[in-house]
């Protein structure tokens, strides 16, 4: 049994407990393109909203919802319509937490609530439009948390999570934030380019086991494989060091870590050191194979060629940088704190390469399945829990106030 349990702030505690300019900073990144198109989806949202509490007829679906106060609850909510000629409607089968969803829950995050929870899913297509050609109705399929268009210069480029064709950050089941595409957690769920968002599952490859590659395991992996072959041709022994959370009462869970670690292991690293504060996910880490330190031993731990820093805090990007040897490379999740100290006159003389920031996630997803149909990768190792989603207010009220690390639903 998990030690911590978390209480939902309310709106008001929220508000109080939120730097204004982390506010500020979020909405800043929102608008970076297509401001129109957001505030666009905005009124939609409202107005739909409005349209559909005085005309309960129109078509419904059930989804799950968390309420200002942090309450998770089944509502009546309306059904995607149906697709254009390029999107689908896709029917998901296997949910699964992200790191981010506790502190989005509890109102830890500058996030407004209430919204439509969950954007881990894989899902069975139910509907596609007159110009889909890559997936058919019936067909099983990772649907990637990020809305991609794939025609756009950047989706083009493989930078999905960037795509110009619309708002930044659109995304599944951040309400307000993502741009009111809807939750995972839910019976319906639209997917407005079918063909360069959806990627279908291989056969015999369980929908459960591989929830999460719609966002965590390949963030995990992002961190990871773009830099360790090239680290381990140069020094075969090469340590990879892992920061998952510097304080021992944090609500973001940590799997995205544990997916770096095990994508590690997956590419032939020998030593992976993973530093954590919660003695329960040391022993999870440890578990998994790998070599496990507190925050206070960190200090004495040598510098590292390759550190991943998935804290989500200002203090774990400080802490990375600084543990980083000499031409190594310090991927980091970054914060949502609007600034953090880095120790920059450090980087310059080590000549580290720093990465912060999101995974083009639709680009990931077939080299992360690549590796879990070679069997060498094994995402569902990391899984707490598996439930039915009919039981999804309590199971997910469970995660969201314990320190637990994936909870996994599926409709079987
Ligand atoms: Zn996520
Ligand atoms: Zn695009």
């Given at each position: 049994?998990?030690?911590?349990?978390f209480?939902?702030?309310?709106t008001?505690?929220?508000?109080?407990?939120?730097?204004?300019?982390?506010?500020a900073?979020?909405s800043?990144?929102?608008?970076?393109?297509?401001?129109?198109?957001?505030?666009?989806?905005?009124?939609?949202?409202?107005a739909?909203?409005?349209?559909?509490?005085?005309?309960?007829?129109?078509?419904?679906?059930?989804?799950?919802?968390?309420?200002?106060?942090?309450?998770?609850?089944?509502?009546?909510?309306?059904?995607?319509p149906?697709?254009g000629?390029?999107?689908?409607?896709?029917?998901?089968?296997?949910?699964?937490?992200?790191?981010?969803?506790?502190?989005l829950?509890?109102?830890?995050?500058?996030?407004?609530?209430?919204?439509?929870?969950?954007?881990?899913?894989?899902?069975?297509?139910?509907?596609?439009g007159?110009?889909?050609?890559?997936?058919?109705?019936?067909?099983?399929?990772?649907?990637?948390?990020?809305?991609?268009?794939?025609?756009?210069?950047?989706?083009?480029?493989?930078?999905?999570?960037?795509?110009?064709?619309v708002?930044?950050?659109?995304?599944?089941?951040?309400?307000?934030?993502?741009?009111?595409?809807?939750?995972?957690?839910?019976?319906?769920?639209?997917?407005?380019?079918?063909?360069?968002?959806?990627?279908?599952?291989?056969?015999?490859?369980?929908?459960?086991?591989?929830?999460?590659?719609?966002?965590?395991?390949?963030?995990?992996?992002?961190?990871?494989?773009?830099?360790?072959?090239?680290?381990?041709?140069?020094?075969?022994?090469?340590?990879?060091?892992?920061?998952?959370?510097?304080?021992?009462?944090?609500?973001?869970?940590v799997?995205?870590?544990?997916?770096?670690?095990?994508?590690?292991?997956?590419?032939?690293?020998?030593?992976?050191?993973?530093?954590?504060?919660?003695?329960?996910?040391?022993?999870?880490?440890?578990?998994?194979?790998?070599?496990?330190i507190?925050?206070?031993?960190?200090?004495?731990?040598?510098?590292?060629?390759?550190?991943?820093?998935?804290?989500?805090?200002?203090?774990?990007?400080?802490?990375?940088?600084?543990?980083?040897?000499?031409?190594?490379?310090?991927?980091?999740?970054?914060t949502?704190?609007?600034?953090?100290?880095?120790?920059?006159?450090l980087?310059?003389?080590?000549?580290?390469?720093?990465?912060?920031?999101?995974?083009?996630?639709?680009?990931?997803?077939?080299?992360?399945?690549?590796?879990?149909?070679?069997?060498?990768?094994?995402?569902?190792?990391?899984?707490?829990?598996?439930?039915?989603?009919?039981?999804?207010?309590?199971?997910?009220?469970?995660?969201?106030?314990?320190?637990?690390?994936?909870?996994?639903?599926?409709?079987?």
């Amino acid at each position: 049994m998990a030690a911590t349990r978390f209480r939902p702030y309310g709106t008001v505690r929220q508000l109080a407990t939120t730097d204004p300019r982390d506010m500020a900073a979020a909405s800043k990144g929102m608008f970076g393109w297509n401001a129109d198109q957001r505030f666009s989806r905005l009124r939609t949202a409202v107005a739909k909203a409005t349209r559909e509490r005085f005309s309960p007829g129109r078509e419904r679906m059930r989804a799950l919802v968390v309420s200002p106060s942090g309450r998770l609850s089944w509502r009546q909510v309306p059904a995607p319509p149906p697709p254009g000629p390029l999107g689908a409607t896709v029917h998901p089968i296997a949910m699964a937490t992200c790191d981010l969803d506790r502190p989005l829950v509890l109102g830890r995050t500058p996030f407004p609530r209430p919204l439509q929870l969950g954007h881990e899913c894989v899902a069975e297509v139910v509907a596609v439009g007159s110009q889909v050609q890559t997936v058919q109705v019936g067909d099983r399929v990772v649907v990637p948390f990020e809305i991609s268009c794939g025609k756009c210069s950047a989706c083009q480029a493989g930078l999905t999570g960037s795509c110009r064709a619309v708002p930044p950050v659109s995304m599944y089941g951040f309400g307000l934030i993502g741009g009111h595409w809807g939750g995972t957690y839910a019976d319906l769920v639209g997917v407005p380019y079918a063909d360069a968002m959806l990627v279908p599952l291989p056969d015999g490859v369980d929908p459960a086991a591989v929830a999460s590659l719609a966002d965590t395991v390949c963030d995990g992996f992002r961190h990871v494989a773009p830099h360790l072959p090239r680290l381990l041709e140069r020094d075969p022994g090469t340590e990879v060091l892992i920061i998952g959370s510097l304080a021992s009462r944090y609500p973001f869970s940590v799997s995205t870590a544990l997916y770096a670690a095990l994508t590690a292991q997956a590419l032939g690293a020998r030593r992976i050191t993973f530093c954590e504060a919660r003695s329960q996910v040391r022993e999870e880490a440890a578990g998994l194979g790998l070599e496990t330190i507190t925050p206070s031993e960190l200090r004495r731990h040598p510098l590292t060629p390759l550190v991943v820093d998935i804290s989500g805090s200002p203090r774990g990007v400080r802490t990375a940088l600084t543990k980083t040897a000499p031409d190594g490379v310090c991927s980091s999740v970054g914060t949502l704190s609007h600034a953090a100290r880095i120790p920059a006159s450090l980087l310059f003389v080590r000549n580290v390469t720093v990465h912060i920031g999101r995974a083009h996630t639709r680009t990931l997803i077939p080299q992360v399945l690549e590796l879990v149909t070679a069997t060498t990768l094994h995402p569902e190792a990391v899984t707490t829990r598996l439930a039915d989603l009919d039981d999804a207010p309590k199971v997910l009220a469970d995660h969201m106030t314990s320190d637990t690390t994936k909870t996994i639903l599926t409709t079987d």
